[in-house]
């Protein structure tokens, strides 16, 4: 399989040398306007890197994946499924939900593949969460995925950005749609919001929040989940994964660590997109799900009536004495 990647920020890069690790799969070229991150490719991979789509296209890709900014995705995918292309997208799947609806519609009128990049969903702790937790009757869900703020240039805030992923992670785990949204956001540093909390109840009644930010000077990402016969907690980076169980009426319980597998996510990503291309069969993240988490970040940017204090309502004064 020939495959192209577009855009080779740091994401992109990653994909691109996964791609040049597939067995079964040839790394034809990389398209990105920045000549050093070309020149990086280039000397790295040993791959052509060229400054335009079209470029690229013209090098005969069976598929594609789309690492550039959010909202040049749009127009890149349906170039290269207007083509017969199979596409790979990076999280969000679009600047708009009007966008990623366009993207889907294009993908499947042409019959290619379409999937989304929410690689979390690959990483073998949140696996192992999965697993941990089907078939049990699921109360609340608890993340927080914070770290500083990141070097690269984004022109989005943290919900579309950082917390997009754990709003995906919130309907895989739950298999239910979140119908009920309470944000909380701040701008402390950034332009856009960088702190934010947010609160949720699915279909299936599950309470989830989500704490995210851009001012801790470490990475955190941290999963707990509480069902009616089990406390989950899993650390997704050191990719720990711990289960309460059995609990008793005197306050005691067991306690285990899950066996956690040690694929990178990224490569168990990639590798899902090559194998739904070949076998035809449905991605693992389809657009639709991608435009649906999307659909619940945009709602949590939604301006919201300000509460204002008791004690700074404006009305008719009583005068006690």
Wanted: aromatic share 4%; charged share 20%; proline share 6%.
């Amino acid at each position: 399989m020939r495959v192209g990647v577009v855009g080779v920020g740091v994401m992109g890069s990653n994909h691109a040398r996964v791609f040049a690790g597939l067995p079964g799969v040839q790394l034809v070229g990389v398209a990105d306007p920045d000549p050093q991150q070309r020149e990086l490719i280039k000397r790295v991979l040993g791959c052509p890197a060229v400054d335009t789509l079209d470029a690229l296209l013209q090098m005969r890709v069976d598929a594609v994946s789309i690492a550039a900014p959010t909202h040049l995705h749009r127009e890149i995918a349906l170039v290269c499924i207007a083509r017969g292309i199979h596409v790979m997208i990076e999280k969000p799947i679009a600047s708009s939900v009007e966008e990623g609806n366009d993207i889907i519609a294009a993908a499947r009128g042409a019959g290619v593949a379409l999937m989304v990049g929410h690689v979390e969903r690959f990483n073998p702790a949140v696996q192992a969460i999965k697993e941990a937790i089907r078939n049990e009757d699921i109360l609340s869900i608890a993340i927080t995925r914070v770290g500083p703020f990141p070097p690269r240039m984004s022109n989005v805030g943290i919900v579309v950005d950082l917390a997009v992923h754990d709003i995906d992670l919130i309907r895989w785990f739950t298999d239910s749609d979140i119908v009920e949204v309470q944000p909380q956001l701040s701008s402390a540093v950034a332009e856009r919001e960088d702190i934010a909390l947010l609160q949720f109840r699915t279909a299936s009644g599950v309470l989830a929040h989500i704490n995210t930010n851009w001012l801790t000077p470490f990475k955190a990402r941290n999963v707990t989940i509480a069902t009616r016969g089990k406390y989950v907690m899993g650390d997704l980076l050191t990719r720990e994964v711990t289960e309460c169980f059995g609990f008793q009426p005197d306050g005691s319980y067991s306690m285990r660590h899950l066996s956690v597998g040690y694929e990178e996510p990224l490569r168990a990503e990639l590798n899902a997109f090559v194998t739904a291309i070949r076998e035809g069969k449905t991605p693992a993240v389809s657009g639709e799900e991608a435009v649906a988490s999307l659909e619940i970040a945009i709602r949590c940017l939604e301006p919201r009536p300000v509460a204002v204090p008791m004690h700074q309502h404006k009305g008719p004064r009583r005068v006690v004495g």
